[in-house]
């Protein structure tokens, strides 16, 4: 029995610590266990892969999962940047996802009907008990219930040793999600069906077409396709976002030279003058698909006009 599992959120989320938690936790139970995180930036906010495979037998190959049994998911603001992932759900599979949405809401972000999905609001509970967003305990929880493993007690020792503090807090919100996420079944799965895809290496993060290469494909050095930024939505990662007051903006154009992403635009406003005339003119504007949420434009601005807001 081999159960493959891929773990997707931000950094700063305990993607990480989530799989090492559960790895312990599965290997106090008498399984095999192997964690491998995947990182890309290094840098809060963006978006972190970690594989954990568990099997009743020694584990001898370190390749990373490519058609999950389950994939968790630390924020349902990454789905559509992480669609790869689920897609890649064996038919029958687990998807997990920290969310407050509805079930009705979910199934139609999910878009797959031969998965069961397990929601619990993650944060909300991790809140509640310890005190911080941080939704690893919660969704390892989720993870018990749905798989029958690891045991809530072998949960608990592995937070004793992985975390060290905070143990009792950690083991009650892991108790909530235990008892309260939702598992909503498939509609149906087709016997012999395959994953819509696979989660390829060369795509971790890609938004867009992703496919499983052989090294025959991959160039020297191992360089995937030319003009891929493009697919890379790196407004993904952002936490806050830039907005801007363009009654304060004299239009220099610092933020637009400053910004590392080409994510600050010129577009044109429609603007009423005193005497009713409509005007167009052009104002700076931000590309939020590509805008990562580093705040550089808002610290260059010489007038004060951009005002980096909360958005997580
Ligand atoms: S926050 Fe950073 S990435 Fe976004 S527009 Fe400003 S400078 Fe560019
Ligand atoms: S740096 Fe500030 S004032 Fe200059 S164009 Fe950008 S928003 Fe306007």
């Known amino acids: ?72 998911i630390f924020d349902d603001k990454l789905i559509d940047t992480m669609r790869f992932a689920i897609d890649a759900v064996k038919p029958g599979g687990h ?98 069906a395959k994953p819509k895809g696979v989660i390829s290496t060369t795509s971790a993060f890609l938004t867009g077409p992703y496919e499983i290469v052989g090294w025959p494909e991959v160039s020297k050095a191992g360089a995937v396709f030319p003009g891929s930024s493009l697919f890379y939505a790196t407004g993904g990662w952002r936490l806050e976002k830039p907005v801007i007051d363009h009654s304060k903006c004299i239009m220099c154009r610092k933020c637009w030279m400053y910004c590392p992403d080409d994510a600050v635009v010129e577009a044109w406003k429609e603007v009423q003058g005193p005497r009713g005339r409509v005007f167009r003119m052009k104002v700076i504007d931000f590309d939020y698909q590509y805008c990562k949420g580093c705040a550089v434009c808002a610290d260059v601005c010489p007038t004060g006009a951009i005002k980096m807001v909360r958005e997580i």
Request: glycine residues 8%.
């Open 1 to 72: 029995m081999r159960v493959e599992t891929v773990w997707l959120g931000r950094g700063g989320q305990g993607i990480v610590t989530a799989t090492y938690i559960v790895a312990n936790a599965a290997v106090i139970d008498g399984f095999y266990a192997l964690a491998n995180p995947e990182f890309g930036a290094e840098r809060r906010g963006a978006p972190v892969k970690a594989f954990l495979t568990i099997d009743k037998s020694p584990i001898e190959d370190q390749e990373p999962v490519k058609t999950p049994d389950v994939v968790v």
């Open 95 to 192: 998807v997990i996802v920290n969310t407050a949405k509805s079930p009705e809401e979910m199934k139609k972000i999910i878009g797959r009907n031969d998965v069961y999905l397990v929601l619990l609001d993650a944060v909300g509970i991790a809140l509640k008990h310890v005190g911080l967003p941080v939704p690893n305990g919660p969704l390892a929880g989720a993870f018990s219930k749905v798989m029958g493993f690891p045991r809530l007690e072998s949960i608990k020792t592995a937070f004793e040793t992985q975390l060290g503090k905070a143990v009792e807090e950690n083991f009650a919100a892991t108790k909530e999600a235990y008892e309260t996420a939702l598992v909503v079944p498939p509609e149906r799965v087709e016997q012999a």
